[in-house]
T-cell receptor
Framework: AQKITQTQPGMFVQEKEAVTLDCTYDTSDPSYGLFWYKQPSSGEMIFLIYQGSYDQQNATEGRYSLNFQKARKSANLVISASQLGDSAMYFCAMRDNTGNQFYFGTGTSLTVIP | DAGVIQSPRHEVTEMGQEVTLRCKPISGHNSLFWYRQTMMRGLELLIYFNNNVPIDDSGMPEDRFSAKMPNASFSTLKIQPSEPRDSAVYFC??????????????FGPGTRLTVL
């Protein structure tokens, strides 16, 4: 069964607008971690933001924020004030309670339009 | 900190040849992961090590693939013999597994393998 589901293969956003990339996850563990990574066309995987399952507040890192809805098992990434350099693939991932196993989604390709 | 180091960055080889990919994790990290990324299959976990011990190799496609981690600062992924369908980008990632912290994975730049 898919642990991480990203239902948007591709997204477009106008420069300076905000965009939400969807991610839902599946686990019965009470303790887990959720991550978002960015992969630009150059290929490297860049860690963006982390949300722990016990964190009370939504994580924020600069223009990135994570809309964590635990009951709905969703961990959507919100990028505010999109920039051309935000055009990339974005991957949602979950770390299980052992801390060892990571599960990645299939990714969402974001294109920022000038 | 140098980050995760992978070599070579690009490898072009002929079918049937042996290929060895190398990875140096971030110093102090105790978990290491090998991934393969293709357009068709996305990002696949091949194997991961914890404290140099292979924990889960269920993602290794077949016996042609093998991975070792002889010490905390070095790992190899070997394909013998290589086939055209092995062409992909291979990523190594490391993390620090322990109490506290996020345990996020830090990825290397990847090795782009082309098997002709």
């Amino acid at each position: 069964a898919q642990k991480i589901t990203q239902t948007q293969p591709g997204m477009f956003v106008q420069e300076k607008e905000a965009v939400t990339l969807d991610c839902t996850y599946d686990t019965s563990d009470p303790s887990y971690g959720l991550f978002w990574y960015k992969q630009p066309s150059s290929g490297e995987m860049i860690f963006l933001i982390y949300q722990g399952s016990y964190d009370q507040q939504n994580a924020t890192e600069g223009r990135y924020s994570l809309n964590f809805q635990k009951a709905r098992k969703s961990a959507n990434l919100v990028i505010s004030a999109s920039q051309l350099g935000d055009s990339a693939m974005y991957f949602c991932a979950m770390r299980d309670n052992t801390g060892n196993q990571f599960y990645f989604g299939t990714g969402t390709s974001l294109t920022v339009i000038p | 900190d140098a980050g995760v180091i992978q070599s070579p960055r690009h490898e072009v080889t002929e079918m049937g040849q042996e290929v060895t990919l190398r990875c140096k994790p971030i110093s102090g990290h105790n978990s290491l992961f090998w991934y393969r990324q293709t357009m068709m299959r996305g990002l696949e976990l091949l194997i991961y090590f914890n404290n140099n011990v292979p924990i889960d190799d269920s993602g290794m496609p077949e016996d042609r693939f093998s991975a070792k981690m002889p010490n905390a600062s070095f790992s190899t992924l070997k394909i013998q013999p290589s086939e055209p369908r092995d062409s992909a980008v291979y990523f190594c990632a490391s993390s620090s597994l322990g109490a506290g912290g996020h345990n996020e994975q830090f990825f290397g730049p990847g090795t782009r393998l082309t098997v002709l």
